[in-house]
């Protein structure tokens, strides 16, 4: 619950700027640790939230009292209706948002929005008022791993090349893993958001949390040990692959174990959501709320980049059959040398006009992959 102002009784909001509990009344600052709340429970293993329902898409939004909202932080509905109090399990440790709302924005529109293609619309929908930030939940996990691998390449024998096949096995121990805390998240965001730096972890104080949002855990252990082992599966398959001297190198059959040891660590992760809508779907960008990282994309005006496009290989056309024309009938002079450096260049230009064009494709397909149907199912809750 929110925790108040020693000196005025005014509501104090965690500053990531100053990593001080500010009171927006009086202006006194605190450090989290020198605040007592009198009504938290010290040495409880829960502590109090209050819980939001987004009638829209589920999703269950817990916040302090000292942050409200009008709109749902992960699908931009204004169907937001107070459901509860509830108690949440404590966690271990928190990282605290060191990033302020205004450099998040910053961040995002060095990122995207000096690009002419990115509608106007979305550039003036990213202002301070429509970032969030969010704890999410992490469980950081220590490891014995152990994997064989059976694998297939390619190895180049003069013109022609063969199919050899390979095995590797191994056993590691992994340290502090991150492991992000929910069934639905997405597993390549999460490794996108990544990395966290434990260094600046402190003691889980619910102080930290006035003026932001959190999500709660939903795994199980069956769950963590899945989410783990297919995080180390990754990293040692990355290895493996980097190991095999061929090319084409794909994995064709894995065993692997994983023994979580020690009890793992429940922490909480800043995270900046932006949430907006763009001709009737929802998309999210997201920073990182530590390290300023941004993970996302955004709507591309498609009719603008195909204008671009064919306006390029229009000219680049163009060009070329002048260069064809003056070097056959000798216009001003050109020279065969002129001609041939005229050409080279215009072949240089088609290339990169092709390379282009198809990672615009490879883009727009993306783009798909980072709307909101993607990415939040990862913080949807449903009631229990």
Wanted: with cysteine.
């Amino acid at each position: 619950m929110a925790v108040l102002c020693g000196n005025c009784a005014g509501k104090l909001i965690f500053n990531p700027a100053t990593q001080k509990l500010e009171c927006a009344t009086c202006g006194s600052a605190f450090r989290p640790e020198d605040v007592e709340d009198k009504n938290a429970e010290l040495h409880s293993k829960y502590y109090d939230t209050r819980v939001y329902l987004c009638s829209h898409c589920g999703a269950e939004v817990v916040t302090s009292d000292t942050e409200s909202s009008t709109f749902c932080v992960y699908c931009g509905n204004p169907a937001i209706v107070f459901d509860r109090v509830s108690k949440e399990y404590r966690p271990d440790g928190i990282v605290p948002f060191q990033v302020t709302k205004e450099e998040a924005v910053k961040y995002i529109r060095l990122r995207f929005l000096k690009n002419p293609i990115v509608p106007k619309e979305v550039k003036d929908k990213c202002i301070p008022a429509n970032l969030r930030g969010i704890y999410i939940p992490y469980w950081i996990v220590n490891t014995d791993y152990t994997e064989a691998d059976y694998i297939k390449g390619e190895v180049k024998q003069g013109k022609h090349s063969e199919i050899r096949y390979y095995s590797r096995a191994g056993k590691v121990k992994f340290k502090n893993i991150p492991i992000d805390g929910s069934n639905i998240l997405s597993d390549d965001i999460s490794r996108k958001l990544e990395p966290f730096y434990l260094e600046d972890a402190k003691e889980f104080d619910e102080d930290y949390l006035n003026g932001f949002y959190s999500n709660r855990s939903d795994l199980n252990y069956y769950d963590l040990r899945a989410s783990t082992a297919y995080r180390c599966h990754k990293m040692f398959e990355d290895e493996v692959v980097k190991s095999v001297q061929a090319r084409n190198v794909k994995i064709v059959d894995s065993i692997y174990h994983v023994d979580i040891h020690d009890d793992p660590i429940y922490m909480m992760m800043p995270v900046w959501f932006f949430t907006f809508k763009f001709e009737g779907k929802p998309y999210t960008v997201l920073v990182n709320g530590q390290t300023g990282k941004v993970v996302g994309t955004m709507p591309w005006q498609k009719k603008k980049i195909y204008t671009i496009a064919v306006s390029i290989f229009v000219i680049t056309l163009a060009l070329s059959a002048f260069c064809f024309w003056a070097s056959e009938n000798r216009f001003l002079g050109m020279s065969q040398i002129y001609f041939n450096a005229v050409a080279g260049l215009i072949a240089m230009e088609s290339f990169f006009f092709a390379k282009g064009f198809f990672g615009i494709k490879k883009i727009l397909k993306n783009l798909k992959l980072t709307q909101s149907e993607a990415i939040f199912k990862f913080v949807k809750k449903r009631q229990e």
